[in-house]
């Protein structure tokens, strides 16, 4: 398996509402990420997690909550979220804890706050 | 702090021509290298990479990119375009080498677009 498997792949959802990311990866990587893409821009860097802990916390707002039950699994808790939230939001993952062999992208969750 | 231009925000060529996509480099210490492509609504794929071994790497699709460290450049290029390489390219960086934590700074991205 060497893939990284992001569900929902689009939510819509309003601004009092509560939902969650799932990103999921079997390749045994340790660090995973959360990232945010808008249109014709490229990714940001929201987390990283290395060896399920919270490694980098890009000033992201409290509305978005990451958490990483275990090596395989990371999650991105959304609440209270604005409009301007609206994005793709990328997960992706690597071997050990660098970046030297690239990043495992999933195919995103295409996010949309009304 | 590393960072990464990539030249033309646009590049245009018909089916069959040579693709160039253009990136320059700003590293304090010896970079690992990337491109990445993205097609519309899909996550970004791994074209290739640099991590010091050959200068000139080859990677998926027909793709390469020739690291010259005296220019600070890894262009990526194609020899003769097809309909599928329309896409978001991106070049990208990594802050650290060895085993520390890192991360990838991208540049701001590519769209090819291939003419029939």
């Known amino acids: 398996d060497t893939e990284v498997t992001q569900t929902p792949k689009h939510l819509v959802m309003g601004m009092t509402n509560k939902k969650s990311l799932k990103c999921e990866q079997h390749?045994?990587?340790?660090?995973m990420y959360w990232y945010k893409q808008k249109a014709k821009k490229p990714p940001e860097l929201m987390f990283v997690y290395s060896y399920e802990k919270l490694s980098i916390n890009e000033s992201v707002p409290s509305r978005f909550s990451p958490e990483c039950p275990n090596s395989s699994l990371l999650n991105l808790h959304l609440h209270a979220l604005q409009p301007e939230d609206s994005a793709l939001y990328l997960c992706?993952?690597?071997?050990?804890?660098?970046?030297?062999?690239?990043?495992?992208f999933g195919s995103g969750t295409r996010l949309t706050v009304v | 702090a590393q960072s990464v231009t990539q030249l033309g925000s646009h590049v245009s060529v018909s089916e069959g021509a040579l693709v160039l996509l253009r990136c320059n480099y700003s590293?304090?210490?010896?970079?690992?290298l990337f491109w990445y492509v993205q097609y519309p609504n899909q996550g970004l794929q791994l074209l290739l990479k640099?991590?010091?071994?050959?200068?000139l790497v080859k990677g998926i699709n027909g793709f390469e990119a020739e690291f010259k460290k005296s220019e600070t450049s890894f262009h990526l290029t194609k020899p003769s375009a097809h309909m599928s390489d329309a896409a978001e390219y991106f070049c990208a960086v990594s802050d650290v080498r060895g085993s520390t934590l890192g991360r990838l700074y991208f540049g701001r991205g590519t769209q090819l677009t291939v003419w029939p």
């Open positions: 992706a993952s690597t071997r050990g804890q660098n970046t030297n062999y690239g990043y495992t």
């Open positions: 590293s304090s210490v010896p970079p690992y």
């Open positions: 390749m045994g990587h340790r660090a």
């Open positions: 640099y991590t010091s071994a050959a200068t």
